[in-house]
């Protein structure tokens, strides 16, 4: 007897619902088991939602800070309520268009808790489903700090930062990576007293230095209160909020606060995923797979994909991991996630992008290197545009002069980032980037200047 689908994919975030789409596209009979909205934190209360909200934080910064050189001469006046309704509004759009993708590709959808009962079977509810092949996409949810659980209202995660019902008057982060900065930025441009502890020595850890570097003194310069190689000794409620002890490089402080939002990682959904019966390893929070043979868990048959398998927690990382594990599924390819060219993006004002190679990296490898740097100050988009902060930073192998990492602090550097990956894809060199032909004006031109500076060629600097 044929079993009731090919592959039931388990989650419909980035991971399950790309995915499903895929398997369905080459041939397969797929099912999708959600137990909340198709489109995961990501969509509805992760990268989509944030990104509306740190557009209306720009937009303020922008009208605040440089509304008369542009000619404005009213006065300024925001609705919080209003900024987190069009956030949801946004987020819902394109969960409705994920249900229309299911519809054009007949991808079958359960909502509801899917536990793996055995090898090609899943229980939804009270029904049990049959398949060839079980991908797991549940991804995962903030990690608590130890000793103080998240309650929703006074300590939070980044799900209830975007739907808070009134704008707090002060709020202290704790995790200095992506997340918390990007909420760090926003509240902090809306007027909330915001403060950073973040308890290794630099903010965005994971950048290049002289990024992380320039990414402090522009959000300090905007206000934000920053403590690094910091940590909380002890955080209790208040009648107010909550107040925390920090131990720092300067000696302890006392810092108060109505909210607290926690931003140090990720766990993986795993809870009540398997029967005891399923022998799938799990790791410190997390499926083990073997991620060079298609995502394959202990348990052949069953794949698991995303979040819940581990760092990097990224969205694009999560896709492409559930395409190729689709694609090796249905034997049509043999596609490996190139996990050395993985885009990273902090989207705050300045914005912040890498792919590849730290300066400090590449030294530590043994890579003798040539450096690019070009400021946005000397590209006449920029200047046009008034956002003329920041640079891109690029290393090159000086033997071969290959393309060994970016990294782009400025105000379209997550948009450009994708040029120096595609670059990266197909081994590009500095000779390569700087006689590609880039359209003036565009903020763009600063990534062939700074590949021309490397070798003497830039002639804007």
């Known amino acids: 007897m044929a ?3 090919d592959i039931v994919v388990i989650g419909g975030g980035p991971a399950g619902y790309a995915g499903a789409i895929r398997a369905a596209q080459l041939g397969k009979r797929v099912l999708c088991v959600e137990r909340d909205k198709l489109g995961g934190i990501c969509l509805n209360w992760g990268c989509i939602p944030t990104k509306a909200l740190l ?3 720009h937009l303020v910064e922008l009208i605040k800070q440089h509304g008369k050189r542009y000619g404005y001469n009213g006065q300024g006046d925001w609705d919080f309520g209003q900024m987190i309704g069009r956030s949801r509004t946004v987020a819902g759009q394109l969960n409705k268009g994920i249900e229309g993708l299911f519809r054009k590709y007949k991808v079958a959808s ?11 079977k899943v229980q939804v509810g009270g029904e049990t489903v049959t398949c060839d092949s079980i991908v797991v996409a549940t991804g995962g949810r903030p990690r608590p700090l130890p000793g103080i659980e998240f309650d929703g209202k006074t300590v939070i995660t980044s799900k209830e930062a975007m739907s808070l019902p009134a704008q707090p008057k002060s709020m202290l982060i704790i995790g200095g990576g992506p997340i918390g900065l990007e ?6 441009a809306i007027g909330t007293k915001t403060t950073v502890v973040e308890m290794l020595d630099r903010i965005a850890p994971g950048e290049d230095e002289e990024v992380s570097a320039a990414l402090r003194k522009s959000l300090e310069a905007r ?8 940590k909380t000794s002890k955080i209790e409620k208040t009648a107010t909020g909550v107040k925390a002890e920090v131990e720092t490089p300067s000696g302890k402080t006392t810092i108060e606060a109505e909210v607290l939002l926690v931003a140090i990682g990720v766990t993986g959904n795993v809870e009540d995923l398997f029967a005891p019966g399923v022998k799938v390893e799990i790791e410190k929070g997390h499926i083990k797979v073997d991620r060079a043979n298609g995502f394959v868990t202990a348990v052949p048959g069953i794949f698991a994909v995303g979040d819940v398998i581990g760092p990097p927690w990224l969205a694009h990382v999560a896709h492409h991991e559930a395409v190729c594990c689709v694609e090796r599924i249905a034997g049509h390819s043999k596609r490996t996630v190139d996990y050395a060219i993985i885009p990273g993006c902090t989207y705050t004002e300045p914005g912040v992008a890498s792919v590849g190679l730290t300066e400090k990296a590449a030294r530590a490898a043994g890579h003798e290197i040539r450096i690019g740097r070009f400021p ?16 891109v930073k690029l290393i090159f192998g000086a033997k071969y002069g290959e393309l060994l990492g970016a990294h782009l602090i400025g105000v379209q550097a997550t948009e450009l980032i994708s040029e120096l990956v595609m670059a990266m894809k197909l081994e590009a060199t500095e000779e390569e980037i ?3 032909m880039h359209p003036h004006p565009t903020f763009s031109e600063a990534v062939m ?13």
């Open 223 to 230: 206000g934000l209160v920053i403590h690094t190689s910091s």
């Open 376 to 391: 946005f100050q000397f590209n006449g988009r920029a200047l046009a545009a008034g956002e003329t902060e920041g640079f």
């Open 183 to 188: 909420f760090g930025y926003f509240y902090n």
């Open 55 to 57: 557009s209306n934080a």
């Open 110 to 120: 359960k909502f509801g808790v899917a536990k793996v009962v055995a090898p090609g």
């Open 3 to 5: 079993n009731d689908y």
């Open 449 to 461: 200047e700074a590949a021309g500076q490397a070798t003497g060629e830039s002639v804007h600097i």
């Open 434 to 436: 700087i006689h590609a």
